[in-house]
């Protein structure tokens, strides 16, 4: 034990002696991040799982608002060429994929089963779901000019699957005889077809183009400038294939049973685990455009120490997102604390593509090897993203030289 805490000490003495707090930058380096997260408006984890380690979901607390769930996955691998030295300049390739989709319940199903439907009147209203994603490949530049440094990132994209908001109406009546609906009403996208096995080339035909810049400014020695401007469409994506939603479901009491008025197996081909493909009303020739999300923002790095020990990030902006109907504002704070040159210490707290999140990750730079581990919670509202009412976990890895 002894000579491991001289050893440590030793490691740790030459790390503190390089001079600079700033770890020269891998010539090259290969690697991948990936992060993923979920968060909804109604259950925390105290909620759901009591002392006992069982599931207590209580539905009297359900009513009062609508009810939202938030899902999103990313993972990106590349592998980067760099100088060192004030005059950088670095060049890399990656290729990655991106999900995302959301489910929303309305406020007045809410209420029916937080609090039933005593007075037997009419329940009506509207449920929403929508998912997307996304697989591309591009080149990364970059190089930094005086005290400007500016980054971009071309790529091609292809949206593997695309479900744009459908319409999705219900309606019940409790009287006697019990009698209800909903109505589902929409298309889903793919970039292959589902008649049939696609290869990859045909998948690619789908393909569109955007591109990412980054640009900074070195104001003073203790303050950094600058904007992100993420996923700008240059020539949209267009799927072909896919399958058209158009069904309508009844509840009879005298029949005792949900029936697909439409298609009266219809239920039973949805509940099949392994449904025929000749049963879904699939289609081509759709030609749907689709972009990727888009994003913008602007922030400031502040430097309290005129080092990169110590940084405090706080950003603006927005974000139009590809299967959500309205805009997202956006802002937060970003901060970063390195310790001798080996352990990073990244917090993030903000609400970016309207879900709040509060995370913190740790990188542990070996030099040659880097680890990054993270987690934290997010959710739909303020108090959730403290309460416990989603997670967020992303893990990293670096090689190089």
Do not use: C
């Not at 695309?162 to 793919?190: C, H, Q």
């Amino acid at each position: 034990m002894k000579k491991f805490v001289f050893f440590l000490a030793i490691v740790l003495g030459v790390y503190a002696d390089a001079g600079a707090w700033e770890m020269p930058p891998r010539f090259f380096e290969l690697g991948f991040d990936v992060e993923a997260g979920l968060g909804n408006t109604h259950f925390m984890f105290d909620d759901i799982f009591n002392s006992s380690r069982v599931l207590d979901i209580n539905l009297n607390t359900m009513g009062g608002k609508e009810f939202a769930l938030d899902l999103f996955g990313k993972g990106n691998f590349f592998m980067n060429v760099q100088t060192r030295g004030k005059h950088w300049i670095g060049v890399g390739v990656f290729f990655g994929f991106e999900s995302l989709g959301f489910l929303s319940l309305s406020k007045e199903l809410m209420d029916f089963v937080g609090g039933g439907n005593g007075d037997f009147s009419p329940l009506s209203g509207e449920a929403g779901f929508a998912a997307a994603v996304f697989a591309d490949t591009g080149i990364k530049a970059g190089f930094r000019a005086g005290k400007w440094r500016f980054s971009i990132a071309p790529a091609v994209y292809v949206p593997l699957l695309y479900i744009p908001e459908p319409d999705i109406d219900f309606y019940l009546s409790a009287s006697d005889p019990l009698y209800g609906f909903m109505r589902v009403k929409g298309n889903v996208y793919t970039a292959f077809s589902l008649d049939k096995s696609s290869t990859v080339g045909e998948m690619l035909e789908a393909k569109g183009f955007d591109v990412s810049l980054d640009i900074a400014f070195s104001a003073v020695p203790w303050l950094d400038i600058g904007t992100t401007l993420s996923h700008i469409p240059i020539y949209p994506a267009v799927i072909n294939h896919g399958a058209e939603i158009d069904k309508l479901y009844e509840i009879n009491k005298e029949k005792n049973k949900i029936q697909d008025l439409f298609d009266k197996d219809g239920f039973d081909n949805i509940l099949d685990p392994k449904p025929d493909r000749d049963d879904l009303e699939s289609f081509s020739g759709a030609g749907r455009r689709v972009f990727r999300p888009f994003g913008f923002d602007a922030y400031a790095s502040l430097k309290p120490a005129k080092k990169d020990w110590l940084v405090f990030k706080p950003w603006l902006g927005g974000s139009v997102l590809t299967v959500y109907k309205n805009p997202s504002f956006n802002f937060g704070l970003d901060m970063r604390l390195k310790i001798v040159n080996m352990l990073n210490f990244y917090y993030a707290f903000g609400r970016r593509d309207l879900v709040w999140q509060n995370s913190l990750k740790l990188a542990l730079n070996l030099r040659v090897l880097e680890l990054i581990a993270g987690a934290g919670l997010r959710a739909r509202e303020f108090s959730g993203v403290w309460a416990g009412a989603g997670l967020y976990t992303a893990v990293g890895f670096r090689l190089g030289f």
